[in-house]
């Protein structure tokens, strides 16, 4: 999948529900579901996401932000039902990941608290969730501590998008060419 191209399922799902009230609670949960299953960014799906529904970019950015924490805290899950040699095994370039090895040494160090910034950060979380999920987790730390870290990113880049649309879709144009 290339990574810059928002799916098309999530395409349409954003277009046909961008008119109704429950749209911010669709768009949480692809949030939910990009973090839960680290198919694709979710930062692709939000940019669009809130140039169709500007006005609501508040809300946006809260509820992505809270819904990614339960993505991640079921990530922490899933990692613990599966055990690590199953996940090394169907995802060996984690361990070798240059951001794996920072993400690791973060944790090991700040515990929730680098959890926390990474989620905030531009460095992909899933191999922080991973390293974490092999020490003795607490899931409910995991909700906060990324709930907070995204919250905190996508009600920032929210607002930037609804304040600065122009650079964005100028952006759009130049990965469409």
Known sequence: MNSTRIPLWVRKLLDRSVG?????AVVALIA???????SFPF????????????????????LTGVAS??????????FQYLGKELVLERYPQLVDNAHWQ?????????????LAVIAGSPIPQTP??????????????????????????YVFLSWVIARYPSRFIRYRQACNE
């Open 128 to 153: 922080a969730i991973f390293a974490y999920s092999l020490a003795e987790p607490s899931t409910l730390g995991v909700l906060v501590a990324i709930g907070i870290g995204k919250t905190v990113k």
């Open 32 to 38: 939910f579901a990009s973090t839960a299953s680290f």
């Open 102 to 114: 920072s993400a690791s040494a973060w944790l090991h160090a700040y515990g929730l608290f680098a």
């Open 69 to 78: 924490g339960i993505g991640g805290a079921v990530l922490v899950e899933l």
């Open 43 to 62: 930062v692709i799906v939000l940019i669009p996401a809130v140039l169709l529904a500007p006005r609501r970019w508040f809300l946006l950015g809260v």
């Open 20 to 24: 109704h009230r429950y749209y911010p």
